[in-house]
């Protein structure tokens, strides 16, 4: 599957990574099915958040809550990994659920997307980032 994604929004995450530096950054992914069109940052407010990340529940509610006022959806969310590893991690796996929400990942200043495979299947599906104007 090919997932569009505007270009100021890959600067944006890379950005985000950067700053992040030794803890996992996390955000939300906006736009439409297929298209990724906005990022919006969130606190990680996981206990751990060198080698894990949770999404500021706050936030997650207020973007929900814009998102559908503007007739977008959250497709999705981003999160780093300081240790350069571009694939998701175990961590990752335990927690993912097949509900079409995009995962992006940003490592070693690359950006990759995965979605968790249906429920007969294990693991994540690598996606296809098309980087768009
Ligand atoms: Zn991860």
């Keep these: 599957m090919i997932v569009g ?3 100021g929004v890959t600067e944006t995450l890379l950005a985000a990574a950067a ?3 030794a803890d996992e950054c996390c955000g939300l992914l906006i736009g ?3 298209r990724i069109m906005a990022a919006v ?3 990680n407010v996981a206990a751990d958040p060198a080698r ?3 999404i500021d529940p706050a ?3 207020r973007v929900h809550r814009e998102a559908r006022g503007s007739g977008q959806q959250v497709v999705g969310h981003y999160h780093s990994h300081p240790d350069g590893s571009a694939q998701p991690s175990q961590r990752d796996a ?3 659920v097949a509900d079409g929400q995009v995962w992006v990942i940003i490592a070693g200043g690359t950006i990759t997307a995965w979605q968790r495979a249906a429920a007969a ?3 994540f599906t690598p996606l296809v980032l098309q980087v768009t104007a």
Excluded: D
Aim: overall charge positive.
């Design 94 to 96: 335990a927690r993912a």
């Design 5 to 7: 994604i505007a270009s």
């Design 121 to 123: 299947e294990t693991g």
């Design 52 to 54: 894990s990340f949770e």
């Design 32 to 34: 439409r099915p297929g």
């Design 19 to 21: 700053t992040a530096g």
């Design 41 to 43: 940052p969130a606190r």
């Design 59 to 61: 936030t997650l509610l």
